[in-house]
């Protein structure tokens, strides 16, 4: 898809949109050495830092801003975050949305600091590798016209953006940012987006005048005026096309006069056209570093990227990439192993669904209560569909995240021991995107590798029955 808030954000107009990322910002000078003359850089998260420091060997210090205990998404820095990288010679990221505050960083890195090398990982995945967003039920649950919804006492544990045209989510909201983005609107004509709103238990209010909320946008505070006419019609926005450009914008759930919930803390490109793509951009499942074969593709990326940078250590970055891609490689042979010894093909898996890659790529399937997004709440009937598949094929091993229970390495999520009360399974194993790391795992000196070998793939095999 086209990442178009960044694009907006490398032009200038969408400045406002980085709110506290500059608010420290002095005027580093890029490029600087450390205290032993190595060059220095920062990575967005766990997976890409451990990928970049084996590539880089002593060349390079490369630092993950992410602390032990945290997973990469959802987690925004804090104000100095653009000085002190600024003040570094390289930033290795993912152009996802999935990041989106590593690609307002990255933009503002392109746009007022071009000595800092800005090495995008999914530069080097193709497109075709990529697979679509399965977040969105095919059939949505239908708006609950006999209950009451209390617009106090409200608040979305789904708030989702569709666009009418494919039915499938554009955009959706999760732990105060957005992920997806806006349909490009054409110049001189419009689109319509359509809300589909939930709250914790799975209900959805009725939208419209006549319904127990509606739907509205507006422009964001400072955000170019002129661009779009927005029409707010209750149960569905349009966006009309004045003129040529990009502008900033907010979604609302109102009651009346009164503003339920609003997008303001992450405003939201909206990008006018002259031309736009007859085909509809899809929304990518972002979760690219799970997997095996296409982190080797990302590593490649990387290599590349810092021999550029760095053409007097060209050979050192080859041969490092190269014995670590055989590692890399390795951990792609025991998936594959696994499930060519498993007893069943299917498994419950108490978190969001960042595992797509691996059960396309292995041919498992994992049972899971909500969609990409981490955070977003379970519903009594999500728990219960997992009940039913741990009893349908006789499962004893609920499989969990530990970044999504209150302390990784103490506790599992209020579902794991919910499904355990009242089901057969007997034992829960953790399963983890490799998207951050623990305290207790950071002490052991796991990088991505040994989180694969140590944790994933024992888990996978108490779970899926190898012997």
């Known amino acids: 898809m086209k990442l178009t808030r960044r694009s907006?954000?490398?032009?200038?107009?969408?400045?406002?949109?980085?709110?506290?990322?500059?608010?420290c910002l002095d005027e580093p000078g890029g490029g600087d050495d450390s205290d032993d003359g190595n060059r220095t850089g920062y990575a967005a998260f766990f997976a890409l830092w451990d990928w970049t420091t084996e590539i880089a060997g002593d060349a390079f210090e490369f630092e993950n801003p992410v602390e032990a205990g945290e997973m990469g998404h959802g987690w925004e820095p804090d104000g100095d975050i653009v000085s002190r990288v600024a003040s570094t010679d390289a930033f290795v990221y993912l152009d996802t949305p999935e990041f989106s505050w590593a690609q307002d960083l990255a933009a503002e890195l392109e746009a007022d600091h071009d000595d800092v090398a800005v090495i995008d990982g999914m530069a080097g995945i193709s497109s075709e590798d990529l697979l679509a967003f399965q977040g969105a039920d095919e059939e949505r649950t239908e708006p609950d016209d006999d209950h009451e919804f209390?617009?106090?006492?409200?608040?979305?544990?789904?708030?989702?953006?569709?666009?009418?045209?494919?039915?499938?989510?554009?955009?959706?909201?999760?732990?105060?940012?957005?992920?997806?983005?806006?349909?490009?609107?054409?110049?001189?004509?419009?689109?319509?987006?359509?809300?589909?709103?939930?709250?914790?238990?799975?209900?959805?209010?009725?939208?419209?005048?006549?319904?127990?909320?509606?739907?509205?946008?507006?422009?964001?505070?400072?955000?170019?005026?002129?661009?779009v006419e927005i029409e707010s019609h209750g149960d569905h926005v349009e966006f009309h096309g004045e003129d040529d450009g990009q502008t900033l914008v907010v979604f609302e759930l109102r009651d009346g006069d009164d503003i339920v919930f609003d997008t303001s803390d992450d405003d939201i490109t909206v990008s006018v056209v002259e031309e736009t793509d007859d085909e509809i951009d899809e929304f990518y499942d972002p979760h690219v570093w799970v997997d095996p074969v296409l982190a080797q593709d990302v590593i490649d990326e990387i290599t590349g990227e810092l021999a550029e940078l760095d053409?007097?250590?060209?050979?050192?970055?080859?041969?490092?990439?190269?014995?670590?891609?055989?590692?890399?490689?390795?951990?792609?042979?025991?998936?594959?192993?696994?499930?060519?010894?498993?007893?069943?093909?299917?498994?419950?898996?108490?978190?969001?669904?960042?595992?797509?890659?691996?059960?396309?790529?292995?041919?498992?399937?994992?049972?899971?209560?909500?969609?990409?997004?981490?955070?977003?709440?379970?519903?009594?009937?999500?728990?219960?569909?997992?009940?039913?598949?741990?009893?349908?094929?006789?499962?004893?091993?609920?499989?969990?995240?530990?970044?999504?229970?209150?302390?990784?390495?103490?506790?599992?999520?209020?579902?794991?021991?919910?499904?355990?009360?009242?089901?057969?399974?007997?034992?829960?194993?953790?399963?983890?995107?490799?998207?951050?790391?623990?305290?207790?795992w950071r002490d052991e000196g796991y990088g991505w590798v040994e989180q694969m070998e140590e944790i994933n793939l024992p888990s996978l095999r108490t779970a899926l029955g190898v012997e």
């Open 311 to 440: 053409p007097d250590n060209v050979d050192a970055f080859e041969e490092n990439a190269e014995a670590y891609t055989e590692r890399v490689q390795e951990v792609h042979r025991q998936f594959d192993a696994l499930v060519d010894d498993a007893d069943r093909n299917v498994a419950v898996f108490a978190g969001h669904d960042s595992f797509q890659y691996l059960e396309a790529r292995y041919g498992f399937e994992l049972h899971t209560p909500v969609g990409v997004s981490p955070d977003a709440a379970e519903s009594l009937e999500d728990i219960g569909e997992l009940a039913a598949v741990v009893e349908e094929h006789g499962i004893d091993t609920i499989l969990y995240d530990p970044f999504e229970a209150p302390d990784p390495d103490e506790d599992v999520p209020a579902a794991v021991e919910t499904l355990i009360e009242n089901t057969g399974a007997t034992d829960y194993a953790p399963l983890t995107p490799a998207e951050g790391t623990t305290p207790a």
């Open 150 to 227: 209390d617009p106090e006492e409200f608040t979305p544990a789904e708030f989702e953006i569709i666009d009418p045209r494919t039915d499938e989510v554009a955009a959706y909201w999760h732990d105060d940012h957005w992920h997806g983005g806006i349909p490009d609107v054409p110049l001189d004509g419009h689109i319509a987006l359509d809300v589909h709103v939930e709250d914790a238990d799975g209900r959805v209010p009725p939208l419209g005048e006549d319904g127990a909320f509606q739907i509205a946008a507006r422009l964001a505070d400072g955000a170019p005026d002129g661009i």
């Open 8 to 23: 907006m954000l490398r032009h200038g107009a969408g400045a406002a949109a980085l709110g506290t990322l500059a608010g």
